[in-house]
């Protein structure tokens, strides 16, 4: 079996370093390590250079951009499973060994999963708000999963590429991340399609991540500072597309017109300051989501890549 670490960072050269000393320290190793250096300009690409890393230097993608990358040249690169995590993502020394303990638990039913979930905790060891998973419910979702045996792992809606280790087999079936969301939402989107198609999504809480960012919150237009209203420039019209792409037209109007109508005068009640550049954010993202219609980049496959290896 063999697993490819995938990195994706921009300007953080400190927790990259941090990032890729805990890869270095797992109880199980990764097969191969590769960074996906997003344009950064604070010397990131000399200092991966110099340490003799599996880098590739491309301009900023985003988030999305870095992960659709990663997971391409780490599916070319022979992966059986690839191990995702942004810079900030420091795992824990057994992360990886659990994870993968996970799937050997599954034995035959390996198969049917298309990524497994560490948990993903703060620097206080609460649980992460923007990366906490949810059990997957739904009946008719269920039922479309190629897998059914009982086990003690739950089935999650979606997860996080912080800390996701995604089969080559969901690559092969549903393809990479849409590059242009550049970011927020990609994660959960690609997660989803790939429930969708029938693979499982499965939680492994001994398997444990911390996500380094400077606070530990939920994004939210009702209270998020203004600095990051850039951020919702994309996150806003990409959970859009998403809820139109996996809940149907319906689901997306009904979201739209109460993104259109009703969340200005939430904001109004809600936010102390700011009020109106974040409600034009949603104005402008909600128009254009309505024409937003990216595509999906697939992967050469298994045939494929075993022919171009050996060239």
Sequence with gaps: MKVIAVIVTFNRLNLLKKCIGQIEKQTRKAD???????????????????????????????GAGGFSSGISKAYHHGADWIWMMDDDTIPEEHALEMLLAALVNLQSNQQHVGFLSSKILWTDNNIHEMNRTYRLMDKK????????????????????????????????????????????NDDVEYSKRIIKNGLAGLAVEHSIAIHETPINHL?????????????YEYGLRNELF????????????????????IMPFRI????KTHRWPFIKTIWNTSLKAVNFKPTIEWVKKEDDRIALEKL
């Design 32 to 62: 191969l390590v590769i960074v996906i250096n997003n344009g950064s300009t604070d010397g990131t690409a000399s200092w991966l250079n110099n340490q003799g890393i599996l880098a590739y230097h491309q301009q900023n993608e985003g």
């Design 141 to 184: 979702k269920i039922a479309r999963l190629s897998l059914t045996q009982q086990h003690q792992l739950p089935l999650i809606q979606f997860g996080t590429f912080v800390s996701m280790l995604l089969s080559a087999r969901a690559v092969e079936r549903v393809g990479l991340p849409i590059k242009e969301f550049f970011i927020w």
């Design 219 to 231: 994004s939210s237009v009702f209270k998020d500072t203004h600095e990051h209203i850039w951020k």
């Design 242 to 261: 998403t809820k139109r792409m996996h809940n149907g037209e319906l689901q997306f109007w009904v979201t739209w017109i109460h993104r259109m109508f």
């Design 268 to 271: 109004v009640i809600n936010r």
